[in-house]
């Protein structure tokens, strides 16, 4: 059982930055790819971005290719997630996620973390 622990939400100004972090424990941690899902108000979780565990390629949602970078620190059992020029309709519940699987045309996950509100104010 892998337990997912996401911190650096807040609430900040249209073209603003901030950074989440997921801390991992309770399993081997670098075995897995990880990555960020998001679920706005009204809307279906969706897919924001993963990262690969031995090579550390990135994958993203083309909404947000280009203003977000997803990172890995294995040493530290931990994921990042820059969010630069950040817009409105960023604003939603962001969620830590471990054992993504790339289907091809969607990713799932099998473990999750409780949540972090990022809202953007215009």
């Known amino acids: 059982q892998v337990q997912l622990v996401e911190s650096g939400g807040g609430l900040v100004q249209a073209g603003g930055s901030l950074r989440l972090s997921c801390t991992a424990s309770?399993?081997?941690?670098?075995?897995?790819?990880m990555g960020w899902f998001r679920q706005a108000p009204g809307k279906e979780r969706e897919f924001v971005a993963a990262?690969?565990?031995?090579?550390?390629?990135?994958f993203y949602a083309d909404s947000v290719r280009g203003r977000f970078t997803i990172s890995r620190d294995n040493a530290k059992n931990t994921v990042y997630l820059q969010m630069n020029s950040l817009q409105p309709e960023d604003t939603a519940v962001y969620y830590c996620?471990?054992?993504?699987?790339?289907?091809?045309?969607?990713?799932?996950?099998?473990?999750w973390g409780q949540g972090a509100q990022v809202t953007v104010s215009s």
């Open positions: 309770g399993r081997t941690f670098s075995k897995n790819a």
């Open positions: 990262v690969l565990t031995r090579s550390g390629g990135a």
């Open positions: 996620a471990t054992d993504l699987t790339n289907h091809g045309s969607h990713w799932t996950a099998d473990s």
